[in-house]
C-alpha cells in the first residue's frame, strides 16, 4: 500500500485523531500555539494530496490549510489572521 492509498483508508480515523490531539496539546503547551497551529493545518493540507484526482474534490481544500499553515510558520504574528481567513474560505467552498 502507498502512502497516498494508507492516507486516503484512514484519513476519517486520522483527522479527528489528529484535531483532537492538536486541542489538547495548544490546552498543555498555549506558549506553542502559533507553532502547533501551523504544523496542523501543513498535516491536513498535505492528508488531502491524495484526493486530489477525485472530480467532486477541489484542491483548495488542501491548499488553503497547508498555505496558512507556511504563514504561520514564517510570520507567527498573523495567527489570528491566518485562522480567519481559512475559516472563512474553507466555509465558503462548503456553500459551494
Given at each position: 500500500?502507498?502512502?497516498?492509498?494508507?492516507?486516503?483508508?484512514?484519513?476519517?480515523?486520522?483527522?479527528p485523531l489528529l484535531?483532537?490531539?492538536?486541542?489538547?496539546?495548544?490546552?498543555?503547551?498555549?506558549r506553542l500555539l502559533n507553532y502547533i497551529?501551523?504544523?496542523?493545518?501543513?498535516?491536513?493540507?498535505?492528508?488531502?494530496f491524495p484526493h486530489w484526482n477525485l472530480p467532486t474534490y477541489m484542491p483548495l481544500e488542501s491548499l488553503i490549510p497547508l498555505v496558512a499553515g507556511i504563514v504561520i510558520l514564517i510570520i507567527p504574528r498573523f495567527l489570528n489572521y491566518a485562522?480567519?481567513?481559512?475559516?472563512?474560505l474553507l466555509g465558503a467552498l462548503g456553500l459551494f
Open positions: 500500500m502507498n502512502p497516498a492509498q494508507f492516507i486516503a483508508q484512514y484519513q476519517p480515523v486520522m483527522e484535531t483532537l490531539g492538536t486541542g489538547i496539546l495548544i490546552l498543555i503547551v498555549p497551529v501551523a504544523v496542523y493545518f501543513i498535516v491536513i493540507g498535505v492528508m488531502g485562522v480567519a481567513i481559512t475559516l472563512i
